[in-house]
């Protein structure tokens, strides 16, 4: 079965210091993987996205995350965290059964910015 | 593009009413999905949308529930009648090539408070 474990469900950082969002995926499939952004009282927005290209995927806002298979591991980073960067952070499995599709979603980590 | 549009973005109601939640898509995406979002259960898919057919509805929660999309740009989400446990975030999202990308666009939801 198709899961995807989100370690954290808060992270706290300082500004200015580096990021890190760990996510863990199971699946029987060679999976696409993404991070959405939900920042407060708004909908989700795609940050960056893997499908089985390059193993390191760059996104909006200075995000980027590393695809590793033996470790089934899609960690998001950023070198230095805004203010602007707290939110709420989805990793998602993308899984294709059959002739359709299945978006697994993990339940978000929350970042938080320390001033 | 203006992206996805929901309304209403606020709805409170009295138990037993009926409810009813609008998205229209983007223009040209042929998958459309609604999602709730709670608290204590995260974000859960209910009814996925492929060129206007429901494809997958083992996500709505129970016969109070019913959506439709009557054409590509439009689809509506009832609730009736609508209970306190129904109280969430409501979103929809519109997607392409079935949603097989991964990269959903979101509206900016409807919270519903049902009292």
């Known amino acids: 079965a198709q899961s995807v474990t989100q370690l954290d469900s808060h992270v706290s950082v300082s500004e200015g210091t580096p990021v890190l969002l760990r996510c863990n995926y199971s699946?029987?499939?060679?999976?696409?993987l993404f991070w959405y952004v939900q920042h407060p009282n708004k909908g989700l927005q795609l940050l960056l996205k893997?499908?089985?290209?390059a193993t390191l995927v760059k996104g909006i806002n200075g995000f980027e995350a590393e695809f590793k298979k033996s470790e089934t591991s899609f960690h998001l980073t950023k070198p230095s965290a805004h203010m602007s960067d707290a939110a709420e952070y989805f990793c998602?499995?993308?899984?294709?059964?059959?002739?359709?599709?299945?978006?697994?979603w993990g339940a978000g980590t929350k970042l938080i910015i320390k001033p | 593009d203006a992206g996805v549009i929901q309304s209403p973005r606020h709805e409170v109601t009295e138990m037993g009413q009926e409810v009813t939640l609008r998205c229209k898509p983007i223009?040209?995406?042929?998958?459309l999905f609604w999602y709730r979002q709670t608290m204590m259960r995260g974000l859960e898919l209910l009814i996925y949308?492929?060129?206007?057919?429901?494809?997958?509805d083992s996500g709505m929660p129970e016969d109070r529930f019913s959506a439709k999309m009557p054409n590509a740009s439009f689809s509506t989400l009832k609730i009736q009648p609508s209970e306190p446990r129904d109280s969430a975030v409501y979103f929809c999202?519109?997607?392409?090539?079935?949603?097989?990308?991964?990269?959903?666009?979101f509206g900016e939801g409807s919270r519903l408070t049902v009292l």
């Open positions: 999202a519109s997607s392409l090539a079935g949603g097989r990308t991964g990269e959903l666009f």
């Open positions: 893997y499908t089985s290209a």
């Open positions: 223009s040209g995406h042929n998958s």
């Open positions: 998602v499995v993308s899984d294709h059964l059959d002739s359709n599709y299945q978006l697994i």
């Open positions: 949308f492929n060129n206007n057919v429901p494809i997958d």
């Open positions: 699946s029987s499939y060679s999976p696409s």
